[in-house]
């Protein structure tokens, strides 16, 4: 298997193991052939997110112990699909990303600059 990528073109980095994010459950945004989703984007969580995604129809706050979730509170590291976080973007409500740990496919979706420019730092905390 070849080594993922992140946006930098460097090797990606994982996003958080706790909670256990990604499509895979193993950390890291990477995605595959079943992925219809493209969990590739590393973020920070925030409420204004966690309100829109919800509102657009993925609760992400709710905790769902038949599928062993957490539930997830603003600065949460998780993997976003691509799109919902473009989604976001448009709308003005989208959280911060950690370029390191965000999948190289997601420029497919996502601009490079809209990436940068939405950067995550350990200031923001």
Known sequence: MNTPINVL???LQPC????????????????GPEDFGQHTVCVRLTQAFLEFTKA??????TPRP???????????????????????FEF?????????ATDASA???IRL???????????DA
């Open 92 to 100: 003005g409500a989208a959280p911060k990303v950690i370029l390191e």
């Open 16 to 31: 958080c193991k706790f909670p256990m994010t990604g499509f895979y459950r193993d950390g890291y945004c990477r995605t």
């Open 107 to 109: 420029l497919n979706i």
């Open 113 to 123: 600059e809209d990436l940068k420019a939405n950067v995550w730092q350990a200031d």
């Open 56 to 61: 657009a129809g993925n609760d992400l706050s």
């Open 66 to 88: 038949e599928y062993d979730f957490p539930g997830l509170i603003p600065g949460d590291q998780w993997c976003l699909c691509a799109a919902r976080w473009q989604q976001a």
């Open 9 to 11: 073109g460097t090797a």
